[in-house]
């Protein structure tokens, strides 16, 4: 493989994050590379960076410009770029050394259009697959496909996490959005739609970063202004009346309508409540009018919690909607949420609305401490709402059984309990006699779960553990048997049994990830 790939860079004020993101693509394993850096006007010393690492890589260009956005840049970089393949990498993340091997080889094998992969997003805690990937099952299986053949692919929009032929987006004029928020939109799905081949690649091609802030309430109001909605609202109505025009078949046009409504409902009526008063009106008048170009019959489609919310729009309920956006961005100043015998129900003006299924309790291992023959685990136990301690589930799930084995139960001392809801945030200590409880006599992994008791509607999640409560190996030996608790690379607890002198995967599931990271 010879072909030129080009990563284009845009950077505004990444300076935290530019080290390891340039280390991530200078190296790739693949070598064929030209990375074009474009500096949007950024005033945090970042460039001084840049040029270290342009000066030691001479695959690495460097160009600055007054601010102009990301959309500008990236067209930008296009533009410059010599490459047969396009790859954007954005300044805060990171690609897996192998990634544009892979991209390069699956698009090469048949002459796709581009090639696309896995995203993982991260922080200093964890890594997870974004819930829209995992919704629609997407990049599960290696194969060549279109559009027509897989309209779930419209689920994924953005550009980063795929390996772009330049001639498919030359060719065809298609270009960023300047100036506007969601520059991507409307490149990728014109992309998506044009190319002839799109070739799958199972494996992990992106990290994604989660902004330590990025849930922050008063960030995310400064996000929620009313241009941002309108600018999304706009673009996916352009997207809509291009699809209508190019006569694309019902299942893509019905595809990216639920494509729309997830956007809009999740990532804009979701933060209702962040709206500046003075433009409530306005914003609900672009939502309502826009849920309005949508078939009523795609709500039909929507998980339980959009498809509130879609209702208590159509329905007019704002009362009700105001309310159910502080519950999910957990900015009510007095209690909503009423823990009930066996579900959380929130109070509207109008009804009662059972929220259980809405919430997923969080469990996170701090210290793990060896105590003769038992294993002290000690952490913060979340449970979104609770105004009393709840009775909860503490188990393991066999990987290859699929059966379930009840640990100890967990000491639970409330954290805040002044708070507006007492019991949301816990500390717990759970002491277990790990060779009592399992059977030795088999080989097989264990993952820690959590599930709230008496509440039918809760799921139950996945305990995570923190890399430092690792940092000292934990494990018994039991004859021919080792026990080990380790961090998955997503950052959950598991334990593993092994038997002396096999050669197993664990180490691949280990902490390496985060080992940079402490």
């Known amino acids: 493989m010879r072909e030129l790939v080009s990563i284009i860079i845009p950077v505004f004020n990444a300076l935290p994050y530019l080290e390891e993101c340039l280390a991530s693509a200078i190296n790739q394993s693949y070598r064929q590379l030209e990375i074009i850096v474009i500096d949007d006007g950024s005033t945090d010393g970042g460039i001084r960076v840049v040029k270290k690492y342009a000066d030691a890589d001479s695959r690495i260009q460097v160009h600055s410009q007054n601010n102009h956005g990301l959309g500008y840049t990236r067209n930008r970089g296009i533009a410059l ?19 544009i091997r892979s991209l390069v080889a699956a698009a090469e094998r048949k002459n796709a259009d581009y090639a696309v992969g896995q995203v993982l997003r991260f922080n200093e805690r964890r890594m997870y697959v974004p819930v829209r990937h995992l919704e629609f099952n997407m990049y599960r299986k290696a194969e060549m496909t279109t559009l027509s053949e897989r309209p779930e692919l419209l689920q994924d929009s953005i550009a980063c996490n795929k390996l772009w032929k330049r001639s498919l987006l030359v060719d065809h004029n298609l270009s960023f959005t300047e100036g506007k928020y969601y520059e991507d939109l409307a490149l990728t799905m014109k992309a998506a739609v044009l190319s002839k ?112 919310m879609y209702t208590l729009l159509k329905e007019g309920k704002i009362n009700d909607l105001y ?75 066999d990987r290859a059984a699929k059966q379930e084995i009840l640990l100890a139960s967990l000491q639970l001392k409330q954290t805040a309990p002044s708070g507006i809801y007492p019991c949301e945030e816990l500390h717990f200590i759970a002491v277990l006699d790990i060779v009592q409880l399992f059977n030795l006599d088999q080989e097989t992994i264990y993952d820690f779960y959590f599930q709230l008791a008496a509440y039918p509607l809760s ?6 553990v923190l890399p430092a409560a690792l940092k000292v190996k934990k494990e018994v030996k039991k004859g021919n048997i080792t026990l080990s608790l380790y961090r998955t690379q997503y950052g959950n607890l598991s334990l593993s049994f092994l038997k002396k002198g096999l050669k197993h995967s664990i180490k691949e599931r280990a902490v390496t990830f985060f080992k940079k990271r402490e």
């Open 197 to 308: 081949k799109i070739q799958i690649v199972d494996e992990v091609v992106y990290h994604w970063r989660v902004r330590e802030d990025e849930d922050n309430p008063s960030i995310t109001q400064q996000q929620m202004k009313l241009d941002n909605t309108r600018h999304r609202l706009e673009v996916l109505a352009e997207n809509r009346r291009w699809l209508l025009g190019s006569q694309n078949g019902k299942g893509i046009i019905e595809a990216h309508d639920l494509k729309s409504l997830l956007d809009v409902l999740r990532l804009h009526v979701t933060k209702f409540a962040l709206i500046k008063q003075e433009e409530k009106q306005k914003w609900l008048e672009l939502i309502s009018a826009f849920l309005k170009s949508i078939p009523e019959a795609t709500a039909n489609k929507l998980p339980d919690k959009e498809k509130m």
């Open 81 to 99: 770029s010599k490459g047969k393949y396009l790859f954007f990498l954005d300044a805060d993340d990171i690609i897996p050394p192998h990634a």
């Open 323 to 397: 309310r159910f956006s502080e519950m999910l961005m957990n900015t009510e100043k007095i209690p909503t949420v009423y823990q009930e015998q066996n579900r959380f129900v929130l109070k509207g003006k109008y009804e009662e609305y059972d929220v259980t299924s809405y919430f997923k309790p969080i469990m996170i291992v701090e210290n793990i401490e060896e105590q003769g023959k038992l294993w002290r685990l000690e952490g913060q136990l979340s449970i979104p709402k609770a105004s009393h301690l709840p009775e909860g589930k503490f188990y393991v799930r």
């Open 459 to 464: 799921d139950s999640a996945r305990i995570r």
